[in-house]
């Protein structure tokens, strides 16, 4: 059981009343009471002195785990009446003490006072952040809301001219063949009002001269008639309306336009796409990623694409060391990734859709493998290397991990190459095991290299065009390596490559080849 002696000096404003007594008052509830057995230890009388004030004695109290401190407290009278009942008589020069009062009641130190200051400034200070992002919030509402409807009604001013337009082209259409029609139907009625006065005159003079008395001009008169009404308009006229009246052809119908403007409304946020991995394929170091809307949706304005790389199957985890690569601005339900390097053995992908006012949520991510692995002990791999043309020579192959390292590629059994001498006249030559055979062909300043581990093939191609240059036939009994040798030169070496659609097409078709190198196999 330890016993500590110290002088406690509360703070003045503690002291003075800077806190309600309801706080001492809570602090004060809870009573801790030392053991019966150990109360006599608990309570050894200490005195104060008698230079010291009424208001300073020496106050025994005790701890929740049953350990007493003893301390020297100074109170004043503002201070004094909060702990009367709980500290009882204090008379100056007699012992006192507290009836089980714990330590965390004491008046608070410094240090705490200070955390406390710290805390509230802190939180004060994230008070005072929240409130400017409000404020700042309000002023982008303002602001916000201000543009989108000054876009809404440029939107509408936009439908009202086009509608006006429409308007008009159609009253003019209508105006056009109302007139074309009159001008028809009124140049027909004044032919037909010409001919009716026509033979109204031929009628009145036909009467008069059946009505006339002198027979001797009769004949003649009657003959007359008769060539008028052979040349009279009326019988050369057609009595049928050139145009019709009937204006049915320009009756309009917008029920359904009407419908359509009826469901405008603001722009929805476009659903998520659906990743399509039965149509997705993962060739020649390229990914082609097609998907689908769950819905459609003919607000659509463009997709956007990420992927990154990962060595994890499943799904995407929330903590990748590869960023996220972004692709914007895709315009169909499909993309190519082109010029790819598989160095993990997986890609992430996940794609959004975006109208012209936002963006939906990512579709499900889905992970594809990505096969490009280096170590050579089964399945087939391909890389590509590249040399600078001015090198005095070069060579590349595979070769079993017993070569020696200054032991030269194609010169034991355990190396195959393919061999460019520069030094005096170009030579290519294919090595193995001490035995050459001249390749007669142009040298490529970049080849490509295919092994085929289980069926024990290893053949060299032209990384431009594709062209089968040499193949060794053998039956491979160790893990292969990558090998190079250069003299006074360089190489570049691209790893990670799947292995080309057309490198597989050669070699279903390369048993004849094959058979040509069996010299060196």
Same mark, same amino acid.
């Given at each position: 059981m330890?016993?500590l002696?110290?002088t406690?000096r509360?703070?003045?404003?503690y002291?003075?009343?800077?806190?309600?007594a309801s706080v001492?008052?809570?602090?004060?509830?809870p009573?801790?009471q030392?053991?019966?057995?150990?109360a &006599?230890?608990?309570?050894?009388?200490?005195?104060s002195?008698?230079k010291?004030s009424?208001e300073?004695?020496?106050?025994?109290? %005790?701890?929740q785990e049953?350990?007493?401190v003893s301390g020297?407290l100074t109170?004043?009278?503002?201070?004094?009446?909060?702990?009367r009942?709980?500290?009882g008589?204090?008379k100056?020069?007699s012992p006192?003490?507290l009836?089980?009062?714990p330590?965390?009641?004491?008046p608070?130190g410094?240090?705490?006072?200070?955390?406390i200051?710290?805390?509230?400034?802190?939180?004060?200070?994230?008070?005072?952040?929240? %409130?400017?992002?409000?404020?700042?919030?309000l002023?982008?509402v303002?602001a916000?809301?201000a543009? +989108?409807q000054?876009?809404?009604?440029?939107?509408?001013?936009?439908?009202?001219s086009?509608l006006e337009?429409l308007k008009?082209g159609m009253l003019m259409k209508?105006?056009?063949d109302?007139?074309?029609r009159?001008?028809e139907l009124?140049n027909?009625?004044a032919?037909?009002?010409? &001919?009716?006065?026509?033979?109204?005159?031929?009628?009145e003079?036909a009467?008069q001269?059946?009505q006339?008395?002198?027979?001797?001009d009769?004949p003649?008169?009657a003959?007359? $008639? *008769?060539?008028g009404v052979t040349?009279?308009?009326?019988f050369?006229?057609?009595l049928?309306?050139?145009v019709?009246?009937?204006m049915?052809?320009?009756m309009?119908?917008?029920?359904?336009?009407r419908?359509?403007?009826?469901?405008l409304?603001?722009?929805p946020?476009?659903?998520?796409?659906?990743?399509?991995l039965?149509e997705?394929l993962?060739a020649?170091?390229?990914?082609?990623?097609v998907?689908?809307?769950?819905?459609e949706?003919n607000?659509?304005?463009?997709?956007v694409?990420?992927?990154?790389?990962t060595?994890?199957?499943?799904?995407?985890r929330?903590?990748?060391?590869?960023?996220?690569?972004? $692709?914007?601005? %895709?315009q169909?339900?499909?993309?190519t990734?082109?010029?790819? *390097?598989?160095?993990? *053995?997986y890609m992430n992908?996940r794609v959004k859709?975006?109208? *012209?006012a936002?963006?939906?949520?990512?579709s499900?991510p889905?992970?594809?493998?990505?096969p490009?692995?280096?170590? $050579?002990?089964?399945?087939?791999?391909?890389w590509?290397?590249?040399?600078?043309?001015?090198s005095? &020579?070069?060579?590349?192959?595979?070769?079993y991990r017993s070569?020696g390292?200054f032991e030269?590629?194609?010169?034991?059994?355990?190396s195959?190459?393919?061999?460019?001498?520069?030094?005096?006249?170009?030579s290519?030559?294919?090595k193995?095991?001490n035995k050459a055979?001249?390749?007669?062909?142009?040298?490529?300043d970049c080849l490509g290299v295919?092994?085929?581990?289980h069926?024990?093939l290893l053949?060299?191609?032209n990384?431009r065009t594709k062209?089968?240059?040499?193949?060794?036939?053998?039956?491979?009994?160790?893990?292969?390596?990558?090998?190079f040798t250069?003299?006074c030169?360089s190489f570049?070496v691209?790893?990670?490559?799947?292995?080309?659609?057309? +490198?597989?097409?050669l070699?279903?078709?390369?048993?004849a080849t094959?058979?040509?190198?069996?010299?060196?196999?």
């Amino acid at each position: 059981m330890a016993v500590l002696v110290g002088t406690v000096r509360p703070p003045s404003g503690y002291l003075r009343g800077s806190l309600p007594a309801s706080v001492f008052r809570q602090r004060r509830r809870p009573q801790i009471q030392a053991p019966r057995a150990k109360a &006599a230890t608990a309570t050894a009388p200490v005195t104060s002195s008698a230079k010291e004030s009424p208001e300073k004695a020496v106050v025994p109290a %005790i701890c929740q785990e049953e350990t007493y401190v003893s301390g020297e407290l100074t109170f004043e009278s503002s201070f004094l009446h909060l702990f009367r009942d709980r500290m009882g008589s204090l008379k100056s020069g007699s012992p006192a003490r507290l009836r089980g009062l714990p330590v965390c009641a004491l008046p608070w130190g410094q240090e705490a006072l200070r955390k406390i200051i710290t805390t509230l400034a802190v939180k004060n200070e994230e008070i005072q952040s929240f %409130i400017y992002s409000l404020k700042q919030m309000l002023l982008n509402v303002e602001a916000n809301s201000a543009k +989108v409807q000054e876009d809404l009604e440029a939107e509408f001013q936009s439908l009202f001219s086009l509608l006006e337009e429409l308007k008009e082209g159609m009253l003019m259409k209508i105006k056009q063949d109302r007139a074309s029609r009159a001008y028809e139907l009124q140049n027909q009625l004044a032919a037909c009002t010409r &001919a009716l006065e026509s033979s109204e005159e031929l009628l009145e003079t036909a009467n008069q001269t059946l009505q006339a008395t002198d027979r001797e001009d009769f004949p003649q008169a009657a003959k007359q $008639i *008769k060539d008028g009404v052979t040349m009279a308009p009326a019988f050369r006229l057609s009595l049928k309306a050139k145009v019709s009246d009937n204006m049915s052809h320009l009756m309009v119908d917008f029920a359904q336009e009407r419908r359509m403007l009826q469901a405008l409304t603001f722009l929805p946020v476009p659903s998520a796409p659906v990743i399509d991995l039965a149509e997705s394929l993962v060739a020649d170091n390229c990914v082609t990623l097609v998907w689908r809307m769950p819905d459609e949706d003919n607000k659509i304005d463009h997709y956007v694409l990420e992927y990154r790389r990962t060595n994890f199957e499943g799904p995407p985890r929330l903590k990748e060391d590869q960023p996220w690569m972004v $692709i914007e601005g %895709i315009q169909q339900t499909e993309y190519t990734l082109t010029g790819l *390097k598989f160095d993990m *053995k997986y890609m992430n992908f996940r794609v959004k859709a975006c109208n *012209k006012a936002v963006s939906g949520e990512f579709s499900e991510p889905v992970t594809l493998e990505t096969p490009g692995d280096t170590l $050579i002990d089964g399945g087939e791999h391909y890389w590509e290397v590249r040399y600078e043309p001015d090198s005095k &020579a070069f060579g590349l192959g595979v070769a079993y991990r017993s070569l020696g390292r200054f032991e030269q590629l194609g010169k034991t059994a355990a190396s195959w190459c393919v061999y460019v001498n520069n030094w005096l006249q170009v030579s290519f030559t294919a090595k193995h095991a001490n035995k050459a055979k001249v390749l007669d062909t142009p040298v490529p300043d970049c080849l490509g290299v295919h092994c085929d581990f289980h069926q024990g093939l290893l053949s060299f191609y032209n990384a431009r065009t594709k062209q089968l240059l040499h193949t060794f036939k053998a039956k491979f009994t160790q893990p292969l390596l990558p090998a190079f040798t250069v003299w006074c030169g360089s190489f570049h070496v691209t790893a990670g490559l799947q292995v080309p659609s057309s +490198v597989r097409c050669l070699q279903k078709r390369g048993s004849a080849t094959s058979s040509s190198n069996a010299s060196l196999t």
